[in-house]
């Protein structure tokens, strides 16, 4: 092969190599995957204490507790709750997520969530939480939320 040939290869073996890590960058797996794995990064997020991380996967029309609050109150509670506790933890089990159409799904699961301001968690909590998600520009929002506590 011409030395003119092998430059034009090796041009489209970067353009296939490029367009490949762009493909990789953008949404992969089921609809099902894509919402879990945007809880798990909220739940990152709310435990590392990141709270701009944690209410940028909240949408701007969010509603939760049956529409009695807000983004902004939202916002406002889980600024308390992260000022209350140093330290939160949570742990979701089992998540079950159903697709509702191209941009809508829902997520179902329990979350015992503890908190406090050392290593040791001083209370805890577990609560039954209802989600909607919704795709936004190509990233699934946390669209509506309820939550209720689960006592024995």
Not at 16 to 30: D, M, N, R
Not at 61 to 67: I, K, L, P, R, V
Not at 87 to 107: D, W
């Amino acid at each position: 092969m011409p030395l003119h040939g092998w430059r034009r290869a090796r041009g489209l073996i970067w353009v296939f190599v490029i367009a490949g890590l762009l493909a990789a960058c953008g949404p992969s797996g089921t609809v099902e995957e894509q919402v879990e794995a945007r809880i798990s990064d909220m739940e990152a997020a709310g435990e590392a204490g990141e709270r701009g991380t944690f209410m940028g996967f909240v949408a701007d029309g969010f509603e939760a507790q049956n529409g009695s609050m807000n983004r902004e109150d939202f916002r406002r509670f889980m600024f308390l709750q992260f000022n209350e506790r140093r330290r939160i933890q949570a742990q979701l089990f089992p998540i079950t997520v159903e697709v509702e159409g191209p941009n809508l799904a829902r997520a179902r699961f329990n979350a015992l969530v503890t908190g406090g301001g050392g290593l040791i968690p001083e209370d805890g909590q577990l609560f039954a939480i209802e989600t909607t998600w919704v795709l936004e520009g190509g990233d699934w929002m946390l669209w509506r939320a309820d939550w209720r506590p689960l006592t024995p």
